[in-house]
């Protein structure tokens, strides 16, 4: 055996955390997933948690992506989440990649992902990204247009959303934003809820997540953040 590396020590670390705030709010044991986001690390990293037995991957870019996985092919059990900013050109590669998209978040990219699906038969699961701080600069349908979105996808796109995802604003307080995610999607009759990041996924365990995403609690600090 390998000596226990940094980074299957954080895995374990953070693992622990969340079986222990499942426990504490009264949630089934391994009702939460870990995704650990993979963007910019270096090859030597992500084989470490692979080494260390994790399956799940996000991704923010899809030529990234490919080229970290193609070279992995023979991974059992994995499993990759888009969860960056998904362009319309790029959701057939997308398709054909992702086990999951996380960030639906506009009726252009359904349209591009329904043909997609249609042609390749084969259907990602799909998540709709919420902007809950209604920032500008930032990707998701606006709380207020989610429910009609939500409607749009299943009537007009043959598209059956299974959760939401959200990235609350930096500097605000992350619960009420996880809170509104999860009356969206209980309303909506949607059970996957994808929120939560280093600095805030025991507060997003708390408020019901089923999937946190985890870079620098994993990896350690970026050198430089990208998308
Ligand atoms: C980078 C990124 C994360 C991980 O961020 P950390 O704070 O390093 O855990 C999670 N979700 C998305 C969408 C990201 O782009």
């Not at 948690?49 to 059992?76: H, I, K, P, T």
């Not at 249609?118 to 429910?147: F, H, W």
């Amino acid at each position: 055996m390998a000596q226990t590396s940094c980074i299957a020590q954080a895995l374990t670390d953070a693992r622990s955390r969340i079986a222990k705030v499942e426990r504490v709010a009264g949630r089934p044991a391994g009702a939460v997933t870990l995704t650990c986001v993979a963007k910019s690390q270096p090859p030597e990293a992500i084989d470490q948690a692979l080494a260390a037995g994790q399956r799940v991957f996000g991704e923010n870019r899809v030529q990234e992506a490919q080229s970290r996985w193609a070279a992995r092919q023979e991974v059992d059990g994995l499993q990759l989440r888009m969860i960056g900013a998904l362009q319309s050109n790029k959701a057939s590669e997308a398709v054909a990649l992702f086990d999951v998209i996380e960030t639906l978040d506009r009726p252009s990219l359904a349209r591009a992902l329904a043909v997609a699906v249609q042609k390749q038969g084969r259907s990602p699961e799909l998540l709709i990204q919420v902007n809950t701080g209604a920032e500008p600069q930032k990707a998701g349908v606006r709380t207020g247009e989610a429910d009609a979105f939500i409607t749009t996808l299943r009537r007009d796109y043959g598209l059956l959303p299974a959760g939401l995802m959200c990235i609350p604003p930096a500097q605000e307080e992350p619960a009420m934003h996880f809170a509104l995610l999860r009356r969206i999607a209980d309303r909506n009759g949607l059970g996957a809820l994808s929120m939560g990041m280093s600095d805030d996924y025991l507060t997003a365990v708390r408020f019901g997540a089923t999937h946190v995403r985890l870079g620098s609690a994993v990896f350690g600090p970026r050198s430089h953040v990208v998308g």
